[in-house]
């Protein structure tokens, strides 16, 4: 449209000056142009019918995994000389093999299609729309149409494989796990000695203790271990999570995956709340399916902040009494009450605070001022988890510039060890 009404004020001007100055010459320069606006627009395409149909390979990857995408036009209408497609995708997605943008001419019923590759950030992404541009060869009067399609794409966090988790909260739920239960019962690990019960088997008889005690037998009672209520919480706010440009919150989703997937294999009961720029909330669940439900929803997320985002709101109606509830948090100075208060409420914490003083001091450059201020917020930070390991809470600092398995490895398997010990 623009060019056709820039030819047509061109001429307009030419005939103009032409007849004003009586110049044939100048009339004569008219002409070409007038011939060239007036075959665009006897050419150009009443109507255009095109269907577009998008097929991916899949809808769900690995971030960093390629998607393939194919593109079928199919023109439902009257013949075209030149259509323009190209695939408008979302910011985060990157074309690494063939072009979401593909020029073609289309007859009558005819096809065509394309394919060409892309991958992209941890995140979704929905493909919604495609541009159409039809025109003809000399380009007069093209006409340009959004058209509607389908496709959706989930770029999933990694999942980390972790050995084990070793947890202890105050409650279990009745199905067999690998949770210690704090009871007596069919178990593995010894519990405690109880006298001696009609059906209890001969290898559960204490002998040693029943020799001392010649007028009673005993028996050896084992821990139960069954299934607990596990919540996971993440911590999304900004003010917490980015340092000039550089995020946190990456490392804190992996976290989250690895600990989901390994309390899920585990059989216990999983959920998930978010608390950045809103609240989201996984309901929690069993198995495969559930570990879906919780990387999808990882995949949407992202950090931000809450209009009033001061200290880490945790609704305690969402996670049942005395469970297990899991902070993954940089975590603030506002943070201590709520922990706290969850705390004295009889929740079994566990913090993995991703260390954003390391974090933040990787992207400064080195002056003296800078040490000096690395110091003291190193130390602000060491009386926050000291204060938080002296109300019983378990705290994981993890430096980032450590794997996160390691970092797993090291702090939260060797804990049944030392309660082994203790016992």
């Known amino acids: 449209m623009r060019r056709a009404l820039f030819l047509a004020a061109l001429i307009y001007l030419l005939l103009l000056a032409g007849l004003v100055f009586a110049n044939r010459a100048v009339l004569a320069l008219a002409l070409p142009l007038l011939t060239y606006l007036l075959m665009g627009l006897w050419r150009a395409p009443a109507g255009a019918d095109l269907e577009i149909v998008r097929t991916l390979s899949g809808e769900r990857f690995q ?20 259509v323009q497609c190209e695939d408008l995708l979302p910011p985060g997605l990157e074309v ?91 178990g593995v690990e010894f519990f405690d000695v109880r006298e001696y019960q009609t059906g209890d088997s001969p290898r559960q008889i204490n002998w040693r203790l029943t020799a001392r005690h010649p007028e009673s037998m005993f028996s050896n009672q084992y821990e139960q271990e069954r299934v607990v209520d596990i919540g996971i919480i993440l911590d999304g706010r900004q003010r917490t999570n980015d340092f000039g440009g550089r995020s946190l919150f990456e490392h804190s989703v992996l976290a989250v995956a690895a600990l989901a997937e390994t309390f899920l294999e585990a059989g216990n009961r999983v959920g998930l709340l978010y608390y950045g720029s809103h609240i989201h909330w996984t309901m929690p669940g069993y198995g495969k399916m559930q570990g879906e439900r919780i990387l999808h929803d990882l995949s949407r997320l992202s950090a931000g902040e809450a209009r009033a985002a001061q200290e880490l709101y945790i609704p305690r109606r969402l996670f049942p009494a005395f469970s297990q509830l899991v902070v993954i948090s940089p975590l603030s100075k506002e943070d ?23 974090f933040e001091c990787q992207g400064l450059a080195a002056a003296p001022e800078m040490e000096l201020a690395r110091r003291i917020v190193r130390l602000q930070r060491q009386i926050l988890l000291r204060r938080l390991r002296g109300a019983g809470i378990q705290v994981v600092d993890w430096d980032v510039a450590q794997p996160f398995e390691q970092v797993a490895r090291q702090a939260l398997e060797r804990r049944r060890l030392i309660l082994r010990g203790l016992r």
Not at 339 to 346: A, F
């Open 63 to 82: 971030a960093g995994e390629e998607a393939e995408a194919t593109l079928t036009l199919t023109n439902r209408g009257p013949a075209l000389e030149i």
């Open 96 to 186: 690494t093999a063939g072009s979401p943008f593909h020029l073609t001419s289309l007859a009558t019923g005819q096809s065509t299609r394309w394919t060409y590759r892309l991958r992209g950030r941890r995140g979704y992404y929905a493909l919604s729309q495609v541009r159409l541009t039809v025109g003809e060869t000399f380009g007069i009067l093209p006409v340009e149409n959004l058209a509607p399609t389908e496709g959706q794409l989930f770029f999933l966090p990694p999942v980390l494989r972790l050995r084990r988790v070793d947890v202890r909260p105050r409650r279990t739920r009745v199905y067999s796990g690998t949770i210690p239960a704090r009871q007596g019962g069919t």
């Open 336 to 358: 201590f009450t709520p922990l706290i208060e969850l705390r004295w409420r009889g929740y079994s914490l566990l913090v993995i605070s991703p260390d954003p003083v390391a």
